[in-house]
């Protein structure tokens, strides 16, 4: 059985922050709010946002700084604030998985001063915590998926490995745990790729977790570990050559990475894993604000260089989806990732 380490304090954090919001959330369906955005907005509406926004908007980026929620945030931040002519503030609210970020958003009010900015484990969360706080349908207003990479399996420019089934081999030949494979936090994405690896390959590796894209990164630069797994975070260690990329978790080769192996072409068949970045807002804010916050992020990313760090610096596939695209890409990656824990009997202890 595959067992998430050292999760006790951060299970505790979730249930905390999970009975404190509990009181506090908005209920209304997004199926209505969706329909509003798409059939027009009604007069009411559009007097109460015409003057919308007069406030300084807040971005929760639910990690810590340096990883790659954090990044993109701050890299789009400049641009929304000429779009929409006032500052921009991305703050950093870290802790149990992304939750308490995420869930400062759904409880905050929905006037269009909130949105958060959210990534792989959020799809991944709702089945291994019984309580985060918020539910991401109910709870959450989707704008639109900014884009999807794949993780990244790298190793330390230092260490001898050229190749993933090197790796693989060393791991067989030494003890259980012989072989450390850092990711970006228990429950995370890379940590379940990582389950669903060891039960492929009837290999253990010794699974290091770090509080975030941002520490893993440092420490694969570093050498402290002997591989790593995670997402943009690591591509620009990679670019500059102090960790060398091993595999890749898509299905297939992304267009970032066009000539860097899958796991299946390294003998680790079915397992087919995207990290992604999407924007929410409390579930509750109008429809024309949505639709405008939407729109100005779309020409802030499209900005050139903006649009060529996202791609070649942190190795996004763009995709800037409609509203109820990235609704429905949520609903079907959770449902992907709970049959992944229910499968590998992950949990948290």
């Known amino acids: 059985m595959a067992e998430i380490e050292g999760a006790g304090a951060l299970q505790s954090q979730w249930q905390n922050a999970g009975s404190a919001i509990a009181a506090e959330r908005v209920i209304v369906q997004r199926r209505g709010l969706l329909a509003g955005m798409a059939s027009g907005v009604a007069a009411p509406a559009l007097a109460q946002t015409a003057g919308w926004p007069q406030k300084p908007i807040r971005i929760i980026a639910p990690y810590p700084p340096g990883g790659t929620v954090d990044a993109v945030a701050r890299l789009v931040q400049p641009g929304l604030q000429a779009e929409l002519g006032v500052p921009v503030v991305v703050e950093n ?3 149990a998985g992304g939750t308490l970020g995420t869930a400062a958003a759904a409880r905050a009010a929905p006037d269009g001063q909130t949105f958060v900015f959210v990534f792989d484990s959020h799809v991944t969360n709702p089945a291994l915590i019984p309580n985060p706080g918020y539910d991401s349908a109910r709870d959450l ?79 694969a630069a570093g050498n402290q570990t002997d591989i790593a797994m995670g997402a943009a975070a690591l591509s620009g260690h990679v670019a500059s050559g102090l960790v060398r990329a091993l595999a890749q978790t898509g299905a297939r080769r992304s267009g970032m990475y066009p000539d860097l192996p899958t796991l299946a072409e390294c003998g680790v068949p079915g397992i087919d894993a995207a990290s992604f970045l999407g924007v929410l807002a409390p579930i509750a804010t109008a429809a024309p604000i949505l639709q405008r ?57």
């Open 93 to 95: 609210r870290a802790g």
């Open 141 to 219: 207003a989707p704008i639109t998926l900014i884009g999807t990479t794949p993780l990244l399996i790298v190793t330390p420019a230092a260490r001898a490995w050229r190749s993933f089934p090197e790796v693989v081999e060393a791991a067989r030949r030494g003890p259980p745990e012989a072989v450390s494979c850092a990711t970006n936090g228990n429950g995370t994405m890379a940590h379940l790729v990582l389950a669903q690896m060891q039960g492929v390959l009837g290999v253990q590796f010794l699974h290091v977790p770090y509080p975030g894209g941002g520490p893993l990164a440092t420490a």
């Open 293 to 349: 916050f939407r729109e100005a992020l779309v020409r802030a990313v499209e900005a050139p260089t903006t649009n060529a760090q996202l791609r070649g610096g942190l190795g996004f596939d763009l995709v800037l989806s409609e509203p109820a695209t990235f609704g429905q890409f949520i609903e079907n990656q959770t449902a992907v990732w709970q049959r992944v824990v229910r499968d590998n009997r992950i949990r948290i202890e």
